[in-house]
């Protein structure tokens, strides 16, 4: 059986893009002097871009304003968007889902303009689609509050619908916002209690009664 209401994060999920953000990252930390350590992916993992800085001020000695920095990154990951790829079978299930009639929106920790210009990039901005970006919360994951308003915007209560992430910090904000969420990272690995972890794409597609 469908679920009333399917939210999917972004990055990882929806779109192939973490090694990009990785490389805009690096590329970001380069331009000041700081060297990445090896498990930078690893850490930043679905994390805010605030949240990403304070971790570069803090460990790192990083003395740019947010502005600034955040400007070298998105110069770097604007430049090279273009060719962003789906995640295989994600855009798919989405399409499939759509063609039902199950509400969809788009639930990232990642800011406005990177929402948009992934969707563009993999070609899945449509007529009526709905997205939560960074910028249109006061609280990013792992707060429930994406996911709670992706559901206020369908007015669907949060227990009939499913979210779908690949970080265990976005699939915390989905089971905080009381949902089933379905845990899809891109490599194996242990999700949250209370979490359905999944390894393929025909298990997200049996998860979500297709």
Do not use: C
Request: no cysteine; hydrophobic share 45%.
């Amino acid at each position: 059986m469908t679920p009333k209401a399917v939210f999917w994060d972004m990055d990882g999920t929806l779109v192939d893009s973490e090694p990009l953000h990785d490389a805009a990252l690096v590329s970001a930390m380069r331009s000041v002097g700081l060297e990445a350590p090896a498990d930078l992916h690893e850490r930043v993992l679905g994390k805010t871009a605030a949240f990403v800085y304070d971790m570069m001020r803090d460990e790192f000695g990083l003395t740019l304003p947010f502005d600034e920095w955040i400007a070298l990154k998105y110069d770097y990951y604007m430049a090279n968007v273009a060719g962003l790829q789906p995640r295989p079978g994600a855009i798919e299930i989405y399409q499939e889902l759509r063609a039902l009639g199950v509400p969809q929106a788009v639930v990232s920790n990642s800011d406005r303009l990177i929402v948009d210009a992934n969707l563009g990039a993999v070609g899945l901005s449509h007529a009526g689609m709905k997205t939560v970006s960074r910028n249109d919360v006061r609280e990013g994951k792992p707060h429930p509050e994406p996911f709670l308003r992706a559901a206020w915007l369908f007015d669907v209560a949060p227990g009939e619908a499913v979210a779908i992430d690949d970080s265990v910090t976005g699939a915390m904000s989905g089971l905080a916002a009381g949902m089933k969420t379905i845990f899809w990272p891109e490599r194996p690995m242990p999700g949250p209690d209370g979490a359905v972890v999944i390894d393929t794409e025909d298990e997200l597609r049996a998860q979500l009664g297709l």
